[in-house]
């Protein structure tokens, strides 16, 4: 429907009413839809391989990468949660692993509080660099609650709207270690709606969730480009974002992204 909407908005309206019937409306929607190459969904040595060459051949340095890829989750969440007649509480619980998706989690706390979200931080497993102690600073002076301490189901439950997942990226292979099973166990247990940032956390990257990690996220914000495990989402909004692959690169992949629209640093996939 949207697709044909698309098509009548191109198409001079009055000649579709006129000389066209519901069923030619049809018949050219599938037309142009089957033309459309389909974007590509990239396997874990394939992301890994696109991330390597935007840092090596391209000259990103993983800073300027954490910071597009956090804002551009900030504007989805913004996007989809953040309007006046959104009946989602703004006080958000951001759960941020020790890897770069934990970083993209933290510049994505940093920009919620700049949207006027109400932002917490469940970060329990620090690195030790430069690039994510300051960004754990960055968050502090600005008010954000950055804890250790694993947050209850019940506080959870009773205090956030929303909960921002940047614990694992698509380098994670199960099973989740011992140390994040409680967190784990609370994901898997809360209702209140989870937005998961690249991968929902404890899934196989390829294949999906997995029996001791079964997050159902509300959102999915995949970045670069879509990942396998994409596919198994069920009933979930799905964004696209990080606005900053280069046509070469896309080409190399096949991988055939969407437009982004104006100046937006998202796509709405689904």
Not at 10 to 39: D, E, G, W
Not at 176 to 187: H, K, Q, T
Request: charge should be neutral; include cysteine; hydrophobic fraction near 35%.
């Amino acid at each position: 429907m949207v697709l044909l909407n698309c098509i009548k908005n191109i198409v001079a309206p009055r000649y579709f009413s006129q000389h066209c019937n519901p069923n030619t409306h049809k018949t050219l929607a599938r037309t142009i839809a089957t033309s459309i190459p389909k974007m590509k969904y990239l396997n874990q040595h394939e992301a890994i391989s696109v991330d390597e060459e935007l840092f090596n051949e391209y000259k990103f340095s993983v800073d300027q990468l954490m910071e597009l890829a956090g804002l551009s989750c900030a504007h989805v969440i913004n996007d989809c949660y953040g309007s006046p007649q959104s009946t989602v509480k703004r006080k958000v619980l951001v759960c941020c692993g020790p890897g770069n998706n934990g970083g993209d989690g933290l510049v994505a706390a940093r920009h919620l509080k700049l949207m006027n979200f109400d932002a917490h931080v469940y970060y329990p497993k620090r690195t030790e660099k430069d690039l994510f102690i300051n960004l754990q600073h960055q968050c502090e002076s600005m008010g954000i609650t950055v804890s250790k301490d694993c947050p209850t189901l019940e506080w959870v439950e009773g205090e956030f709207g929303l909960i921002v997942d940047a614990l694992f990226g698509f380098s994670f292979k199960p099973p989740v270690r011992e140390s994040f099973a409680p967190i784990m166990d609370v994901l898997n247990k809360s209702k209140v709606p989870i937005v998961s940032v690249d991968i929902p956390s404890g899934w196989h990257v390829e294949e999906g969730p997995q029996d001791e990690c079964n997050i159902q996220p509300d959102c999915l914000i995949s970045l670069t480009a879509p990942k396998l495990c994409a596919k198994k989402l069920t009933n979930a909004k799905h964004y696209l974002g990080g606005r900053f692959v280069p046509p070469k690169l896309q080409d190399k992949y096949a991988i055939e992204l969407p437009t982004y629209e104006g100046n937006n640093l998202f796509v709405k996939l689904s």
